[in-house]
């Protein structure tokens, strides 16, 4: 998806934050990526992957299934 204006480096960092965040979550309860992913409203692996790496920029939906799948509060995830 292209657009008009690049995202700002400050909201880039941000994002790898709360991909680490996930990452650590996931981790801690030792779930595996493909098992988040098909909790959190069955995305593929791939699109999981990209979230964690900070790659994508989910949905604030998506970041709810994946909090749900995970078992841990929204906030735990956007945290700086």
Excluded: W
Aim: charged share 25%; net charge positive; proline share 5%.
């Amino acid at each position: 998806m292209s657009r008009a204006n690049p995202v700002p480096d400050h909201v880039l960092v941000r994002r790898r934050q709360v991909g680490q965040n996930i990452r650590a979550a996931r981790t801690a309860r030792r779930l595996s990526q493909q098992f988040v992913a098909e909790r959190a409203g069955g995305m593929d692996r791939a699109t999981y992957v990209r979230i964690e790496q900070g790659q994508a920029s989910p949905l604030l939906d998506t970041l709810i299934l994946v909090a749900d799948a995970i078992g841990v509060p929204l906030a735990h995830l956007v945290r700086d």
